[in-house]
């Protein structure tokens, strides 16, 4: 029994304990965000409806069946008497509309463009899936890097501290020493509590876009090699401005659209009447054509219209470009900056401030130096350590948004 019970116990204990996060590398929480994200599920979706509606585009409408009673009497000496009639008869007819042949091409190509739209928001919504799912992962693993490094100043910090009763008993520091250490530990514990703050709120982000409830960052961060000519030469192919000129073919299709309603449509019918069996049956045929009389009234006003359309359309692709190579060279200088600021940080105030902490550790053990000097050093070294952080992880964001948003193809 007591193997039994020892299994179970340690079965109650593995699940009580809370599910760790799944790791995900960059890779891999990419192609998760691909595969999960509703935002892309329901482009594709729009796609295939797109697709769907294509085979109909420009068809034949469905025929018509008429039914009817034709010369039925209501008045003279054989009203109400149809079968004394020799006119009255049953009829059954079919007639089948034919739209001019611009008017079903101009449908097809409007179908199309349908079509190239919907591929370009796909493609459109991939690329921004990329680019959040990029900056969510690395702003978590550089969340946890913080903590980390933040930990490590603090253990040093507390080791260093907790020999101070001794110091003060020898008579080599002062109380209020003891005291000053204990308030800069607090000040990192309110810190790492932010920090904390921050990894969750990361986390969250990542969760969104992953769909992965578990989700957290391992692996090796990964450094996108800027280069501004190839970014600027793959301008024209940014899906952003596909999906603008997909549209500008659609407002085209439009405009044909609308120019072929000034053609004349035709119809075909037939019917069979059916008389008194005294009387011999009819066939009727005939043919119907639209008269497009009035076009300045009806026709060219939606071709105006159209026309509109479609020069706004183009207007606004000039615009999107504008502001794509605006928005690229803000974002190459912006990081640029952040480049000059991290490799400041990196190699000269953390070096420094670490240099700081040997120096004024070594005066501190050789009673040169007060607990307050050495307290003051370690707090000055969480700064600076966190500051490299911070300004390596706006390095690597920039990197990624830049070569994943302005990229002309997949990485």
Same mark, same amino acid.
């Given at each position: 029994m007591k193997p039994l019970f020892l299994c179970a116990a340690l079965a109650a204990v593995a699940m %009580?304990? !809370? =599910?760790?996060?799944?790791?995900?590398?960059f890779d891999a929480a990419l192609a998760k965000a =691909? &595969?999960?994200?509703?935002?892309?599920? &329901?482009?594709?979706? @729009?796609?295939?409806a797109s697709r769907a509606a294509r085979g109909a585009a420009g068809a034949l409408p469905d025929p018509k069946l008429s039914?009817?009673?034709? %010369?039925?009497?209501? %008045?003279? !000496?054989?009203?109400?008497?149809?079968?004394?009639?020799?006119?009255?008869?049953?009829r059954i007819g079919i007639s089948q509309d034919f739209p001019n042949l611009a008017k079903r091409h101009a449908l097809r190509a409007r179908a199309d463009s349908d079509i190239t739209v919907a591929d370009a928001e796909i493609a459109a919504e991939a690329r921004t899936l990329e680019v959040e799912t990029a900056v969510a992962w690395i702003t978590l693993a550089y969340a946890e890097r913080r903590l980390a490094a933040l930990d490590d100043i603090r253990?040093? =910090? &507390?080791k260093l501290v907790g020999t101070t009763p001794s110091a003060v008993a020898a008579g080599t520091a002062r109380p209020a020493q003891v005291l000053a250490g204990r308030q800069t530990i607090a000040a990192l514990d309110d810190r790492r509590d932010e920090l904390l703050s921050a990894v969750a709120r990361a986390r969250t982000d990542l969760v969104r876009w992953t769909g992965d409830a578990l989700a957290s960052a391992i692996g090796e961060v990964p450094d996108f090699a800027v280069d501004d000519a190839q970014l600027h030469a793959a301008l024209d192919a940014n899906p952003a401005l596909a999906t603008i000129a997909a549209r500008v073919v659609q407002a085209d299709a439009d405009v044909r659209l609308a120019r072929a309603q000034r053609r004349p449509d035709f119809g075909v019918d037939v019917s069979y009447q059916r008389r008194d069996p005294r009387f011999g049956d009819y066939i009727s045929a005939g043919v119907t054509i639209g008269l497009p009389l009035f076009k300045r009234h009806r026709q060219e006003p939606l071709i105006a219209a159209r026309l509109a359309d479609a020069a706004r359309v183009r207007a606004e692709r000039e615009d999107a470009a504008r502001g794509l190579t605006a928005a690229l060279d803000a974002a190459l200088a912006d990081h640029a900056m952040h480049h000059a600021q991290?490799?400041?940080s990196r190699e000269t105030v953390e070096p420094l401030a670490r240099q700081r902490v040997d120096l004024d550790t070594a005066s501190y053990?050789? @009673?040169?130096? %007060?607990?307050?000097d050495v307290v003051e050093a370690h707090s000055a070294l969480a700064d600076a350590a966190l500051a490299t952080l911070d300004r390596e992880a706006l390095v690597m964001i920039d990197g990624a948004r830049l070569t994943l948003t302005y990229r002309s193809s997949a990485r």
């Amino acid at each position: 029994m007591k193997p039994l019970f020892l299994c179970a116990a340690l079965a109650a204990v593995a699940m %009580s304990r !809370p =599910l760790s996060a799944e790791p995900l590398t960059f890779d891999a929480a990419l192609a998760k965000a =691909l &595969a999960n994200a509703p935002s892309l599920q &329901a482009r594709r979706l @729009g796609a295939d409806a797109s697709r769907a509606a294509r085979g109909a585009a420009g068809a034949l409408p469905d025929p018509k069946l008429s039914v009817g009673i034709d %010369s039925f009497p209501v %008045s003279g !000496p054989l009203a109400f008497r149809p079968l004394r009639d020799d006119f009255t008869g049953a009829r059954i007819g079919i007639s089948q509309d034919f739209p001019n042949l611009a008017k079903r091409h101009a449908l097809r190509a409007r179908a199309d463009s349908d079509i190239t739209v919907a591929d370009a928001e796909i493609a459109a919504e991939a690329r921004t899936l990329e680019v959040e799912t990029a900056v969510a992962w690395i702003t978590l693993a550089y969340a946890e890097r913080r903590l980390a490094a933040l930990d490590d100043i603090r253990a040093r =910090l &507390a080791k260093l501290v907790g020999t101070t009763p001794s110091a003060v008993a020898a008579g080599t520091a002062r109380p209020a020493q003891v005291l000053a250490g204990r308030q800069t530990i607090a000040a990192l514990d309110d810190r790492r509590d932010e920090l904390l703050s921050a990894v969750a709120r990361a986390r969250t982000d990542l969760v969104r876009w992953t769909g992965d409830a578990l989700a957290s960052a391992i692996g090796e961060v990964p450094d996108f090699a800027v280069d501004d000519a190839q970014l600027h030469a793959a301008l024209d192919a940014n899906p952003a401005l596909a999906t603008i000129a997909a549209r500008v073919v659609q407002a085209d299709a439009d405009v044909r659209l609308a120019r072929a309603q000034r053609r004349p449509d035709f119809g075909v019918d037939v019917s069979y009447q059916r008389r008194d069996p005294r009387f011999g049956d009819y066939i009727s045929a005939g043919v119907t054509i639209g008269l497009p009389l009035f076009k300045r009234h009806r026709q060219e006003p939606l071709i105006a219209a159209r026309l509109a359309d479609a020069a706004r359309v183009r207007a606004e692709r000039e615009d999107a470009a504008r502001g794509l190579t605006a928005a690229l060279d803000a974002a190459l200088a912006d990081h640029a900056m952040h480049h000059a600021q991290w490799m400041r940080s990196r190699e000269t105030v953390e070096p420094l401030a670490r240099q700081r902490v040997d120096l004024d550790t070594a005066s501190y053990g050789a @009673g040169r130096a %007060s607990l307050v000097d050495v307290v003051e050093a370690h707090s000055a070294l969480a700064d600076a350590a966190l500051a490299t952080l911070d300004r390596e992880a706006l390095v690597m964001i920039d990197g990624a948004r830049l070569t994943l948003t302005y990229r002309s193809s997949a990485r």
